[in-house]
């Protein structure tokens, strides 16, 4: 089972603003601490939305929206990639994830399990996926 921890984006990640050596230091950790026990796929802090650009599609056209974009709360920070045996796992590590602006500074991860290929119904569309990821691996 693979899940996203999710760091919810805040004025200050907007800003640019780069997190401080504790707190790279507790992130640190907690991802050597991940990779150690085999569980950590990926991980990474993302830039502000004013470097990044949305595409929307509406009656079969698509449209450019450059960045940034005003509703913070709805932004995304960074993220890490788990894959564990269980939502139990997943939920024990979560609760280890340090707090992702600093101890005394508001902030919100949420988790979110990602879809497996076994999860869609067995179709030729599905085999195509399939093909995908045997061939990353």
Do not use: C, N
């Not at 707190?23 to 991940?34: D, F, I, N, P, V």
């Amino acid at each position: 089972m693979r899940f996203m921890i999710i760091v919810k984006a805040t004025a200050a990640s907007e800003a640019g603003e780069m997190p401080e050596a504790p707190l790279m230091a507790a992130m640190g950790a907690y991802h050597e601490e991940l990779a150690k026990a085999g569980v950590l796929l990926d991980a990474t802090g993302l830039q502000p939305s004013s470097k990044g650009w949305r595409i929307r599609y509406s009656g079969g056209e698509r449209t450019v929206v450059d960045g940034p974009f005003a509703e913070t709360k709805e932004l995304i920070a960074g993220y890490t990639l788990i894959q564990v045996r269980s939502r139990e796992e997943a939920m024990e590590w979560a609760r280890r994830f340090p707090s992702p602006f600093g101890e005394h500074a508001d902030g919100e991860i949420e988790i979110r399990q990602l879809f497996e290929l076994d999860d869609f119904a067995p179709g030729p569309e599905l085999d195509r996926f399939r093909d995908l990821e045997a061939g990353r691996q």
